[in-house]
């Protein structure tokens, strides 16, 4: 019978801890008080000891300290408390006539996971720990479910995931990894706004999804009665600043693609987009360089190398330049000019076994996928694929004397792509004919292609100025830097499938 049924262990630890909470209520205090006035983050409280330690005048200082409470210890009338701060650890000494008696109620009532406020002169002990001696004690969220367990932590990948406030709590490597990706971020914003670029923000919201082939998110305005997509881009709403009189603009925004779920996709991720007038993908080649050696500098403690999957990265300038032409001969002997049309090109690419090939793709499709198998896997250190086939980038301006080539690059480190840069196309009755050629490429039945955009054809036809423009993955770049395979462990919320019943 349900009546019968026993509870679990961790119902009980559950009902044990609202008991204690109870409890405190009735003594008169509040669990979840207001405020509470901390002086020092646990970082902050050594360095004040330290600096007095190096010149001691007058008493040990003093602190106001507030934490979640991670260690428990009771040694005769000494317990020894660790509590935690986004900095890291701090420890409490509490002295059972130290501290007044409510005080000490409130400690038998204090758990694992609870947040605590503890106050009092700093000492150092006898192992050379900088620790506050506690004048008193002050409950400030008592927990009522039980932190991960301790010496373990957090396992189950799926659990991470779905509860990151948990695995936050259990791994401390986890969030050495977020505060390395914000470290990450505002390196990159120090760069640009050092080269004079503006930031910027743009439309999630938009009537149509431009500025690359990928499918959208499809949304509807209930007041304006009319579907929007979120953006797959923030290519086009940049140029158009840049028609209108900006010379260097860039934005880090969320970027959302209806597309699959990998190690190196979520259906939403982080973009920088940055466009500087009067540029080519030339200068922004040595740009990236140059501030993602930069970055690498600052988030690796000076170091322009690091592991991953068990090799060494050096992001050191230069870094080497390669066409795609050039890097399909190296790699598989292959040079695509000697097949001039789609079909003897797709032929050669069958009969090389090169898989995932769709009757429907493009000559410069097909280059793209040959070079997606052959040659990318292998770009371990930084480089940049340079010099693309016209098909595949309707925004890139022609390279002059190539015909079916243009100025774009992509670069890769440890076999990813990292980013994409182009010299923008500016005139706009080409800008018109690729779009157009992108739509009677959707009607012959391909999926991912440009859509035309007409008011950013008709910025286009106000004049905007030769432009180099780029745009770097935030999250693939953390992950390098970080060593991680999973793109969903530099995503504090990845995108994760619905438990049925939640």
């Not at 505002?186 to 082939?213: H, K, N, S, W």
Request: proline letters at 6%; a negative charge.
């Amino acid at each position: 019978m349900l009546g019968n049924i026993m509870p679990t262990r961790e119902e009980e630890l559950y009902q044990e801890r609202v008991a204690k909470l109870q409890r405190m209520r009735d003594r008169g205090i509040d669990p979840y008080p207001p405020r509470y006035d901390r002086t020092h983050s646990s970082e902050e409280t050594v360095a004040a000891f330290v600096a007095w330690e190096a010149d001691p005048k007058g008493d040990a200082p003093s602190a106001s300290v507030a934490g979640r409470v991670s260690a428990m210890r009771t040694m005769g009338k000494v317990i020894f408390l660790d509590l935690r701060d986004g900095d890291g650890r701090i420890q409490v000494l509490v002295r059972t006539n130290g501290v007044p008696e409510g005080d000490l109620e409130t400690l038998k009532d204090t758990d694992l996971g609870d947040i605590l406020g503890a106050q009092g002169p700093l000492f150092r002990t006898r192992t050379g720990e900088v620790t506050v001696e506690a004048t008193g004690i002050t409950m400030l969220a008592k927990a009522l479910q039980a932190p991960p367990e301790k010496w373990h932590g957090l396992q189950d990948v799926e659990q991470r995931y779905r509860q990151r406030y948990r695995d936050l709590m259990a791994n401390e490597e986890v969030r050495a990894i977020f505060k390395t990706r914000a470290a990450i971020v505002a390196a990159m914003r120090r760069y640009l706004d050092g080269r004079g670029f503006m930031e910027v923000e743009t439309p999630v919201l938009q009537p149509e999804a431009g500025g690359a082939a990928a499918t959208p998110f499809v949304t509807h305005h209930n007041t304006l009665d009319q579907d929007f997509v979120l953006r797959i881009s923030l290519e086009l709403h940049l140029k158009r600043l840049l028609v209108g009189g900006f010379d260097k603009v860039y934005e880090i925004g969320r970027i959302f693609r209806n597309e699959g779920v990998s190690t190196k996709h979520n259906p939403e991720f982080t973009m920088l987009e940055c466009y500087e007038a009067y540029a080519d993908y030339n200068e922004v080649m040595r740009m990236v360089e140059e501030m993602i050696s930069g970055i690498a500098k600052q988030v690796l403690n000076g170091e322009t190398k690091v592991r991953f999957d068990g090799q060494e990265i050096d992001f050191t300038p230069p870094w080497r330049r390669v066409t795609m032409r050039e890097a399909l001969l190296e790699e598989a002997g292959l040079d695509f000019t000697e097949f001039s049309t789609r079909d003897t090109l797709y032929e050669e690419l069958k009969r090389r076994n090169v898989p995932d090939l769709e009757p429907g793709y493009s000559w410069g499709k097909l280059i793209d996928e040959a070079v997606s198998f052959y040659v990318e896997p292998k770009l371990m250190q930084p480089t940049f694929l340079t010099d693309y086939p016209k098909e595949i980038s309707p925004l890139a301006k022609s390279k002059p004397g190539e015909p079916g080539i243009v100025e774009r690059f992509e670069f890769f480190i440890a076999g990813f792509e990292m980013g994409n840069a182009y010299s923008e196309l500016n005139d706009p009755l080409d800008q018109r004919e690729r779009f157009e050629t992108q739509r009677r490429l959707a009607a012959a039945g391909v999926e991912e292609v440009e859509t035309l955009d007409e008011d950013f054809i008709v910025a286009l036809e106000h004049g905007m100025p030769p432009t180099g423009g780029l745009g770097i993955g935030i999250d693939r770049l953390t992950m390098i830097l970080t060593g991680q395979r999973s793109i969903r462990e530099v995503i504090l919320f990845p995108a994760l499938r619905r438990i049925q019943g939640q």
